[in-house]
C-alpha cells in the first residue's frame, strides 16, 4: 500500500475514533439515548476491509457498526444525528445506534440480533450472482457470533453454492462480559470453523489496517473469480465496554493495557513514520478529522428532531403503515 | 407447463389448488426475471407437495435452488437478495417450520424498511403449507396465521380457491412489501374455475362468497368451506348466512366486514388458528368497538381448541372447527 | 444475599423490581436443589439487567451457567433438563430474542406433554427482559407477551409489581408446567413493598389493584402503572375507573374481568404489545361474547400501534401507550 | 461380542423391520394414518447403540424413529397401536408415528422438526451431570440436521461443558429428495464437522450392528469418564422412500442395489454363520418375531379408538387443558 492511501485510510480511522469519542461524550451530556456499542479499537478491520472493496459491494454489520457505517461513506454528522435523534439522522432517527444504514452506498445495515445479518450477506451475494454484476458481499460480525445458528446455515449455504460473500468476525474475546474462550469449543471462534464448510479460514490482526486490506483483497479476489466464501477472523479488542453502561470491569488491567498499546491508530502512525511520512502531514491529518468531527457535532445539535409523525410511515414501501382496508 | 396459462385461457377446466401455486409461480417467473424461488426439494422434486412442480423444469436451476435443511439461511438469504434487486419466493415446507426462522419473520424482515428510515425495500414471499386434519401431529398441522398476525409489518394471505391462489399469488410476488403466504394442506387436492390470464388479486379485499341476511360468518382458507357447508344446512333451517372470505389478514379488510354486518347484526368468526392469540379476536375486537352499534348479539368465534393438534382423526376432529361447531355458533346466535 | 428474605420481613424497605427478580429466583434455589439457571452473561456478571445479581455468588457455577450466544441450546437444554428431573431457569435477555429459539417455545417445549400422551413434564421458566420505552429501537424493545399466547400448552406470566415478581416467580419455578416469564425493562428501577416470605401468587389469578365503578381498564405489566396514572386523572373528572392487573395471560382470568364488567358494563384494555394480534383482542373476544350482555358502550383496546418500535423518544412516545391515550379512549367511553 | 449377545440383537432388528414391514401393509390398507417415515434399512443404528448403553441412558429420536422406541423396549404392539390411532398405542393415539416415545425407559421421544431434539438431548445429559447419575444422553439425527443451526449450538454448548452426550448422524445419503452432498459443504456432513467443536468424529458402517455397537461403547465410555461428547456417523440407506407418499425414484437404480445388498439383517446373519451358530437357531429368531409382529397386529386393530374427551387433556401437568380462569 502506498503512503498516500495508508494516509487516507489513517486519517478515515481517526474520523470514526473521533466520532465515537464524541457520541460517548454526547451520551455523557445526554443528548444520546438509548444504548451505543462503540467500536473505538476495531477502526481498522472496517477501514482496511473497505479500502480491499469495489464501492458497489454490499455490507453488513451488527449494532456494533459505528465504523462499518462511516468506513462506507456514511459522515460522522449523519451518524451522530442519528445517535441524537434529530431528522436529519441516516435513519430519520427511526434506527439509533444499533441501526446505522446507508443503503445508497449499499451498506446495507446493522442489525441488532446476533448473527441475522449472516444469512442475508449470503442472499446479497447470491442475488448479486444472479445478476451477474462481480459484487461481494460482506459480513461483519463479533466472536460471539459465532455459536448461533445462524452463522452456520449461512456459512453452509454460502459454501454449497459457492457464492461470493466474505464473512469477517471482529475477535474481540469477549461477548458482552463474558471472554468469548469460556463459552466456545474451539480457540479461534471463527477461523477453526471454515474447515466444517469446506471453505478458507485465515486470521489476521484487526488492528492494522494494511494486513486487514491486504487480507480482504486476497479473499474478495478469489471470491470474485467464482471460488466461493471465506472466513476471516481479525483480532481486535474494544476500547470501552460492551455498551455504555459496562464500565468492563471484567477484564484484567494487563490484558487492556496490552492492547491498548496495540492501538490501530498507532500502528497505522507507524507505519506512516516508517514510510517516512513528515509528522505535520499526519498531525493535518488528525487536525482535518477533529474539525470534521466538531462540526458534525454543531449541526447535529442544531438540526430539527423529527416530525412525531415519522411513527407512521415506512412500514409498507408506499410510505405508509395502514395495516386495514 | 409453459402454456399452461394459454391453455386455460380456453379451457375452463377445473384446476387444482396444489397445481395453482405453481401455476401462479409460473406466471410471474414469466414475465419477471427477478423471481427466483428456493426451498427444500422444491426443484426437480417440485416440492413434497408437488406446489412447485414444473418449475425447475421450465426455469431450470438458476432459478429454482434447492437448499440444504437451513431454514434461517433460506429466508434469511431471501430477505438479502429481495433488498438488492431480486424477488425471492422462499418455501418453508409447512408453516410450523416457520418457528425455525421466526426471527427473520419477526425482527429482520418487517422491521428493515422502518428502522433504516426507508431506506431498503423487502420484495419477497415466503410460501408454506399451513393447517390440519390429514393426521400430522403436533408439529406438522398447526395454522399459523395467527402467528404472523402479530408481528406490524409483514402481508399475510390466505387463499381458500386456486383461483384466489394464482390471483393473490401475482399481487404477493409484484408486491414490494414481505408477504407470508399460508398455502392450506387441506385444500391442495380441491378443484376450482381457472384463473383468467393475468390474474391478480389485492390484497386486503376480502370476497363475499355468500350473500345472507341473517348472520355473518366470516372465514379463512380451508374454513371457507367449512362455512359455506355449515351456511348450506342452516338455510334448511331458514338461517340466511352471509360468509366473508377474508383472504388475507394484513391488511384486514374490516371494511367489508363491517358492511356485512350492517346488514346481518351478528357476526361468527371461523378461524381454524387456537381461540387464544386467533386472528378473529383482532377482528372481533375492532368489530366490539366500531361495529358496536351494529350488533345485536354476542360476537362468537369457533375456532380451534387451545391444545397441540393430536394425532388421530378422532382427536383431530375435536380440535378443528367442523361444520356441527359452525352450525351450533350461528344457531345459538340466530335464537339470540 | 443469603438472608435478604429474613431482612427484609422485619423491614419493610422497599425493593426493586430488578432486585425482585433475583430475590424470587434465590428463594427457591434455597427450597430446592434441582431449580438450576441458565443464560447469557448471567454468572458472575449477574445479567445485563443485573436481574441475576449475587446468584452465582451464593449458589456457585454449577447452579448459575453462563452460556455461548446460543438461543436455541439455552432453551432446548433446558427443556431436556426439565424433562430429567431438573427446573432449570432460562433467561433469554430480550423478549425479541425469543424469535432466535421460537421452534422450542412453539412446537416443542408447550407440545410434547400433548404428544406423548402425558408421559413427559416439562417444569420449566424461560425468563426475559420485555417492552420498550427505553429507545432501544425496533429489535430490543418489543413487547412480545402476545407472541407467547398464540401458542396453547405455555403459561404465561407479567408481573408489574415487585412484590407479584417474587410470588409470581415463586409459582413459576414451582409450576411443573413451562412459564414463560416476562420482566418488563422499564419497570426494573421502580420500588415496591417487599414480598413476605414464602409469598406466592399463583398464576392466572388477576388483581383488581384500583376499584371504581365506571370504567372497567384491564393491564398488564407496565401499562398498568400507566393505567393508574389515567385514573387518577380521570379522577379529576369524575370518571370512576377500576383497573384489573391481569398479571398472566394463561391462565386467563376472565372471571375477574367479568366480574368487574358486571359493576361498571365499560370495558378498555390497555396493553403493550401492538394493536394487531395483541392479547386485548383475545380478551375482549370473550367480553364480546360472554359479557355481551354486560356492555353498555362499545369496547375499546389502548393497544402499541402496528409498527416496529421507533429509535427516537419523540417516536417511541408515538407508538406506546399512552396516559394520554388510556384517558381519552375511557373519557370516550365515560360518554357514550 | 458373544453370538448370544449377536443373535438377541439380530432377532431385535427382525423385529423392527418385520413391524415396520406391517405398518407398511397396514398403511396401504388404510388402517394408518397421516405419514409414516420407515427406518427399514437403519435397524442396526439403533439396535447396535442400544446395546452399548445402560438402561437409564437417555436417547431422543426423530420423526423417523420406530427403531429407536423398539430398540429401547417399545413393543410392536404399542407402537402400531400408536400408527393406528388406538387407546393403547404409546401416546395414546396423541402422537403418532413421528412421536413415539416411551419415557419409562427413558426413550423421551422422537421430534418431528429436523435438528430440534439435539439441544435437548444436551440438556438431559447437564441435568445427568448435574444430578451425578453417570447417564449419557444420545441424540441420533439424519445427515439432513446437520445443516441447521441447532445442530450447531447443540454440538458447541456440549463441548463447552464437556457433557455425556452422544451425536449419532444417521446418513442415508438424501434428506428428503435431495441427496445430502448437493447441499452439505464437506462430504461427511456430520463427522467432517465433529473439529469444529474440538471433538471426536467417527464413522462406522451403519448397518453393521457390531461395529455400531463398538463404536458407540467406545465413545460411551469417553464420554462417561467425562471427557465429552462426541460425534458418530453411521452409514446407512433406507429400503423405502423418505415416506409413504414417497417412490424415491430420484435414487439411481445402482445404488439402491448395491444398498440393498448390504441389509443390516444379511450383515448380522452373516456374522452369526461365521460364529457356528446353527441355521434353525436363526430361523427360530426370525420366527419368533414374525409371532411376536403376527400378533401385534392383531392386538392393535382389536383395540379400542381413543375417547374423544382425549383430546382435552395432557396439555397441563394437572392432566387438563384449562386456559382460562
Ligand atoms: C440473538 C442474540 N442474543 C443475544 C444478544 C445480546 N447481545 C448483544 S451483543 C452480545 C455480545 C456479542 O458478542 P460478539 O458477537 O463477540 O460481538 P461484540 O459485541 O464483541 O462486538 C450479546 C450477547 C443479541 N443481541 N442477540
Ligand atoms: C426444520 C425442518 N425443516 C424441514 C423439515 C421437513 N423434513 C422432514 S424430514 C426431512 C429430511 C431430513 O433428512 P435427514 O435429516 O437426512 O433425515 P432422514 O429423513 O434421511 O432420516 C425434511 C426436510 C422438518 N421436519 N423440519
Ligand atoms: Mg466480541
Ligand atoms: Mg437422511
Redesign the interface.
Do not use: Q
Given at each position: 500500500m502506498d503512503s498516500a492511501e495508508l494516509l487516507a485510510l489513517y486519517e478515515r480511522m481517526v474520523l470514526i475514533r473521533r466520532t465515537e469519542k464524541a457520541a460517548h461524550d454526547l451520551f455523557l451530556q445526554g443528548l444520546v439515548?438509548?444504548?451505543t456499542h462503540l467500536a473505538a479499537g476495531h477502526e481498522a478491520i472496517a477501514v482496511g476491509a473497505s479500502a480491499a472493496l469495489r464501492d458497489d459491494d454490499?455490507v453488513?454489520a451488527t449494532y456494533r457498526g459505528h465504523h462499518h457505517a462511516m468506513a462506507r461513506g456514511a459522515t460522522p454528522e449523519e451518524c451522530l444525528a442519528?445517535l441524537m435523534?434529530r431528522a436529519t439522522?441516516?435513519?430519520?432517527?427511526?434506527?439509533?445506534s444499533?441501526?446505522l444504514?446507508?443503503?445508497?452506498v449499499n451498506m446495507?445495515?446493522s442489525?441488532?440480533?446476533?448473527?441475522?445479518?449472516?444469512?442475508?450477506?449470503?442472499?446479497?451475494?447470491?442475488?448479486?450472482r444472479?445478476?451477474g454484476t462481480g459484487q461481494l458481499?460482506v459480513a461483519f460480525f463479533g466472536d460471539?457470533?459465532t455459536?448461533?445458528?445462524?452463522?452456520?446455515?449461512?456459512?453452509?449455504?454460502a459454501?454449497?453454492?459457492k457464492l461470493p460473500v466474505l464473512f469477517v468476525c471482529e475477535n474481540n474475546l469477549y461477548?458482552?462480559?463474558?471472554p468469548i474462550a469460556?463459552?466456545?469449543?474451539?480457540s479461534r471462534p471463527a477461523a477453526?470453523?471454515a474447515?466444517?464448510?469446506?471453505?478458507p479460514g485465515e486470521v489476521v490482526d484487526g488492528n492494522d489496517v494494511v494486513r486487514v486490506q491486504e487480507a480482504v483483497a486476497r479473499l474478495a479476489r478469489r471470491a470474485r473469480a467464482g471460488d466461493g466464501p471465506a472466513v476471516l477472523e481479525a483480532e481486535t479488542y474494544r476500547h470501552f465496554g460492551h455498551s455504555r453502561t459496562d464500565p468492563a470491569t471484567?477484564r484484567p488491567a494487563e490484558e487492556v493495557e496490552r492492547w491498548l498499546k496495540h492501538d490501530p491508530l498507532d500502528i497505522a502512525r507507524g507505519r506512516l513514520v516508517e514510510d517516512g511520512v513528515p509528522e505535520e502531514t499526519v498531525t493535518a491529518a488528525d487536525e482535518r478529522a477533529r474539525t470534521v468531527v466538531q462540526e458534525a457535532v454543531e449541526a447535529a445539535k442544531s438540526a430539527p428532531?423529527?416530525d412525531?409523525r415519522?411513527?407512521?410511515?415506512?412500514?409498507?414501501?408506499?410510505?405508509g403503515?395502514?395495516?386495514?382496508? | 407447463m409453459a402454456d399452461v396459462t394459454r391453455e386455460r385461457a380456453d379451457d375452463p377446466r377445473p384446476i387444482s389448488y396444489r397445481d395453482a401455486v405453481a401455476e401462479g409461480i409460473a406466471r410471474e417467473m414469466r414475465r419477471d426475471p427477478s423471481v427466483v424461488c428456493l426451498g427444500e426439494d422444491i426443484g426437480a422434486a417440485g416440492g413434497v407437495f408437488k406446489t412447485t412442480a414444473g418449475l425447475h423444469e421450465e426455469f431450470g436451476p438458476e432459478r429454482v435452488w434447492d437448499t440444504p435443511i437451513s431454514e434461517q439461511a433460506i429466508v434469511g438469504a431471501a430477505m438479502g437478495a429481495a433488498m438488492t434487486g431480486m424477488r425471492p419466493v422462499a418455501e418453508i415446507m409447512f408453516s410450523d417450520f416457520l418457528a425455525c426462522c421466526w426471527d427473520y419473520l419477526a425482527n429482520e424482515i418487517p422491521k428493515v424498511r422502518y428502522m433504516t428510515g426507508g431506506q431498503v425495500t423487502v420484495p419477497l414471499v415466503v410460501r408454506t403449507a399451513n393447517g390440519g386434519g390429514l393426521g400430522f401431529g403436533a408439529q406438522h398441522s398447526q395454522a399459523t396465521e395467527n402467528w404472523a398476525l402479530t408481528v406490524p409489518g409483514l402481508k399475510i394471505a390466505a387463499p381458500s380457491t386456486p383461483a384466489d391462489v394464482v390471483g393473490m399469488m401475482a399481487a404477493a410476488i409484484r408486491s414490494d412489501d414481505p408477504v407470508v403466504f399460508f398455502e392450506h394442506k387441506g385444500l391442495l387436492a380441491r378443484k376450482g374455475a381457472p384463473p383468467p390470464p393475468d390474474h391478480v388479486v389485492e390484497l386486503g379485499r376480502a370476497a363475499v362468497v355468500r350473500a345472507g341476511a341473517d348472520v355473518t360468518l366470516v372465514a379463512l382458507a380451508s374454513m371457507v368451506p367449512v362455512a359455506l357447508a355449515a351456511a348450506e344446512r342452516l338455510a334448511e333451517e331458514d338461517i340466511d348466512v352471509e360468509i366473508v372470505d377474508l383472504r388475507s389478514l394484513v391488511p384486514l379488510d374490516t371494511a367489508t366486514v363491517l358492511a356485512s354486518l350492517g346488514r346481518t347484526s351478528r357476526l361468527v368468526t371461523v378461524e381454524e388458528n387456537p381461540y387464544q392469540g386467533g386472528w378473529g379476536a383482532t377482528l372481533v375486537s375492532v368489530v366490539a368497538d366500531e361495529g358496536f352499534g351494529l350488533l345485536d348479539a354476542p360476537v362468537r368465534r369457533v375456532a380451534g381448541e387451545c391444545v397441540p393438534l393430536p394425532f388421530a382423526d378422532a382427536l383431530e376432529e375435536q380440535v378443528i372447527p367442523t361444520v356441527d361447531k359452525v352450525v351450533a355458533a350461528v344457531r345459538s346466535l340466530a335464537a339470540y
Open positions: 439515548k438509548g444504548t454490499y453488513f442519528e435523534s439522522g441516516l435513519c430519520r432517527a427511526k434506527g439509533g444499533m441501526h444504514t446507508k443503503a445508497s446495507l445495515g442489525y441488532a440480533i446476533v448473527g441475522a445479518h449472516l444469512p442475508m450477506a449470503v442472499g446479497a451475494a447470491w442475488s448479486a444472479l445478476r458481499a460471539g457470533a455459536n448461533i445458528g445462524a452463522f452456520h446455515e449461512a456459512l453452509n449455504l459454501a454449497v453454492w461477548m458482552e462480559y463474558t469460556d463459552v466456545t469449543a474451539v477453526d470453523r474447515p466444517a464448510y469446506g471453505i471484567y428532531p423529527p412525531p415519522e411513527a407512521f410511515t415506512d412500514v409498507w414501501a408506499d410510505g403503515a395502514a395495516w386495514r382496508t | -
